[in-house]
């Protein structure tokens, strides 16, 4: 079991394939999250339904059928819905299945064969109970479920439950277009699918919208072959910044490994941060709620930029702050009944006319619309234009500096006591320290940014300010006590 401690994390079960995640691990958790089921919901075995998606990744098959025997071992029933995007399985849950294909029982959970926008060896899943996915205490309990099915070989029922196959994707499009009609006349679009899963749904979906679509990388395949996919890294959207500027296309979008995730380049070829995405998004939102007289609630979470925040609140909205993590800006998102949240990464997620969950495909839908209604109203109309706030300041890429898991802790601890100790150790006026995820330490302008990554061995840095030369001494300050307090921890 020791072996499997570290696949479980805060948001989901993640990691190398044939190390900490194997066929083993996926039998007993899935009746671990059976007998966590039954308790949280107060069914019985055979009145559980729980749809089973996975991702386009070499081992997801094994993986997937390792899974759906444990939890039908139990005597729960199982609908494989097959490779599909992330939030199609949270699509499936929060939108139910047909009668006839469930027996008339709504579907209970959602788990999610994934590793999101890991490398290729990774592997992971995601489960979702109640129309949410499951915070960092459920997946915890979701851990001793499962341990003691490992520890107690003898303690697994042998129950038969049913096992189906239903391709829920037609009806997802099918609703799509219902939402939003032809809106994509006269947008034309690039789709890096980036051979991950989002090439099933979004480009045949944008076309039916009335898009013309030019496609990348469609075809699914677990090696990855073209680039990695994660849409947040600059360096994977080359390909798609050519293609788009090529061909005059007014966007283009990217998706990340199980398409929960959304990458955005501009008809410049520019790439669009996460947080110059979700202000795009606020505008139209805030816009459409003022003729509602609705002051809409938008979270994002501590890497942003301060402009997205100013911005929001200057336009009629109201600006929420949140740790990163999906967990967190769902729970916020609830907490404070926001239409919209994101985050840095390009998870967006609409309560706003959709489900709050983050999607993609759909937030692809959403800006095709963007681009279609101010084109109706100027035919020269680029999606840059709404990012003229930005102008005015400097914000760094995401910096992703390694660092050992089990080191993390106490080196954050030891950079607050450096910045504790030196007031002065930025070269600018600290203005305020939030502490809400990591440290975002504040000045006059801008912040310098670190907080662990929920995923991988790295801490995430962020630095913004009015100048270059400010932004890259506070990078240079941030890197070198790193540095000096990982050299001390890694020769002792």
């Known amino acids: 079991m020791q072996k499997y401690e570290h696949a479980f994390g805060k948001n989901d079960i993640r990691g190398i394939y044939g190390e900490d995640i194997t066929e083993e691990l996926y039998y007993n958790t899935g009746i671990g999250f059976v007998n966590w089921l039954k308790k949280q919901s107060g069914l019985n075995e055979n009145d559980i339904w729980i749809t089973v998606t996975k991702d386009a990744r070499l081992h997801s098959t094994s993986l997937e059928t390792a899974l759906t025997d444990g939890i039908s071992s139990t005597g729960a029933h199982v609908v494989k819905l097959g490779l599909a995007p992330t939030p199609i399985g949270y699509y499936s849950e929060v939108v139910g299945l047909p009668k006839d294909i469930t027996d008339g029982k709504d579907i209970t959970a959602a788990a999610i064969i994934t590793a999101s926008h890991n490398p290729k060896e990774y592997n992971g899943l995601k489960m979702t109970f109640a129309k949410r996915t499951l915070t960092e205490s459920q997946i915890a309990e979701v851990k001793e479920e499962t341990f003691k099915m490992l520890r107690n070989q003898a303690a697994k029922q042998l129950s038969e439950g049913t096992v189906k196959e239903y391709n829920i994707i037609p009806d997802y499009i099918s609703e799509m277009k219902s939402k939003f009609g032809r809106i994509g006349e006269g947008v034309k679009v690039v789709v890096d699918s980036a051979n991950a899963t989002g090439g099933i749904v979004g480009p045949q979906l944008y076309r039916e919208l009335g898009c013309e679509v030019i496609e990348l990388f469609s075809e699914p395949d677990g090696n990855f072959p073209n680039h990695h996919p994660n849409p947040s890294v600059e360096k994977t959207l080359d390909t798609l910044k050519q293609v788009v500027v090529e061909n005059k296309a007014d966007i283009g979008i990217a998706y990340d490994g199980d398409s929960d995730r959304i990458g955005i380049i501009d008809s410049e070829g520019r790439f669009l941060t996460g947080d110059k995405l979700l202000l795009i998004y606020a505008q139209d939102l805030i816009a459409d709620c ?65 489900y709050g969950f983050d999607d993609a495909v759909y937030a692809g839908c959403r800006i095709i619309e963007i681009i279609a209604k101010n084109k109706n109203i100027n035919p020269e109309f680029k999606i840059s234009d709404m990012l003229k706030a930005f102008d005015n300041v400097y914000s760094s890429p995401e910096v992703r500096y390694p660092c050992p898991n089990e080191l993390k802790k106490s080196t954050l601890e030891n950079v607050k006591k450096a910045v504790e100790n030196d007031k002065n150790i930025f070269g600018s006026e600290i203005k305020d320290i939030i502490t809400l995820d990591g440290m975002r330490i504040v000045f006059d302008g801008g912040f310098a940014l670190i907080r662990q990554s929920n995923t991988e061995p790295v801490f995430t840095l962020r630095f913004e300010a009015k100048t270059k030369d400010e932004c890259e001494r506070f990078k240079n300050v941030m890197t070198g006590i790193l540095d000096e307090i990982l050299q001390k921890n890694l020769t002792i």
Do not use: W
């Not at 979470?301 to 609140?313: A, F, G, P, R, T």
């Not at 740790?323 to 390009?346: F, Q, R």
């Open 290 to 354: 003022k003729k509602k007289n609705i002051v809409p609630t938008v979270v994002s979470e501590v890497k942003c930029s301060q402009v997205l925040y100013d911005e929001i609140n200057r336009l009629g909205g109201k600006a929420v702050m949140c740790k990163t993590g999906h967990g967190y800006i769902k729970s916020m998102m609830k907490e404070t009944n926001a239409l919209l949240a994101g985050e840095m990464s390009g998870h967006t997620f609409f309560k706003d006319r959709y």
